[in-house]
Protein backbone atom coordinates (compact mmCIF):
# COMPACT_ATOMS: atom_id res chain seq x y z
CA UNK A 1 0.00 0.00 0.00
CA UNK A 2 1.02 3.49 -0.74
CA UNK A 3 0.95 6.30 1.12
CA UNK A 4 0.95 9.01 -1.68
CA UNK A 5 -1.05 8.90 -4.40
CA UNK A 6 0.28 7.91 -7.94
CA UNK A 7 1.89 11.10 -9.79
CA UNK A 8 1.94 10.17 -13.63
CA UNK A 9 5.20 10.89 -15.07
CA UNK A 10 5.72 13.44 -18.29
CA UNK A 11 5.47 11.64 -21.08
CA UNK A 12 8.48 12.37 -24.23
CA UNK A 13 6.00 13.39 -26.32
CA UNK A 14 4.90 16.30 -24.11
CA UNK A 15 8.67 17.10 -23.57
CA UNK A 16 9.22 17.99 -27.33
CA UNK A 17 5.98 19.47 -27.90
CA UNK A 18 7.02 21.66 -25.36
CA UNK A 19 10.21 22.22 -27.19
CA UNK A 20 8.34 23.46 -30.34
CA UNK A 21 7.19 26.49 -29.03
CA UNK A 22 7.81 29.74 -31.85
CA UNK A 23 10.45 31.44 -29.14
CA UNK A 24 14.02 32.15 -29.53
CA UNK A 25 16.39 29.19 -29.05
CA UNK A 26 17.97 31.72 -26.63
CA UNK A 27 14.64 31.57 -24.69
CA UNK A 28 13.80 28.02 -25.09
CA UNK A 29 17.28 27.01 -23.38
CA UNK A 30 16.71 29.59 -20.63
CA UNK A 31 13.20 28.09 -19.75
CA UNK A 32 14.34 24.77 -20.27
CA UNK A 33 16.94 25.31 -17.83
CA UNK A 34 14.76 27.27 -15.10
CA UNK A 35 12.06 24.66 -15.38
CA UNK A 36 14.02 21.82 -14.88
CA UNK A 37 15.98 23.66 -11.96
CA UNK A 38 12.77 24.80 -10.15
CA UNK A 39 11.00 20.89 -10.35
CA UNK A 40 14.45 19.61 -9.44
CA UNK A 41 14.66 21.86 -6.32
CA UNK A 42 11.03 21.66 -4.96
CA UNK A 43 11.43 17.86 -5.86
CA UNK A 44 8.20 18.19 -8.15
CA UNK A 45 7.10 16.00 -11.70
CA UNK A 46 5.92 19.83 -12.88
CA UNK A 47 7.41 23.07 -12.47
CA UNK A 48 4.26 24.99 -12.65
CA UNK A 49 4.27 26.78 -15.94
CA UNK A 50 2.50 23.54 -18.11
CA UNK A 51 3.59 24.15 -22.10
CA UNK A 52 6.75 25.60 -21.11
CA UNK A 53 9.97 24.53 -22.54
CA UNK A 54 11.37 22.27 -19.37
CA UNK A 55 7.64 21.42 -17.86
Known amino acids: MH ?4 K ?3 SAG ?5 LSVPMPLREKFALL ?11 QECCGHPGE ?3
Open 3 to 6: DHPH
Open 8 to 10: KRP
Open 14 to 18: AFFRN
Open 33 to 43: FRNNLTKIKNR
Open 53 to 55: PGC
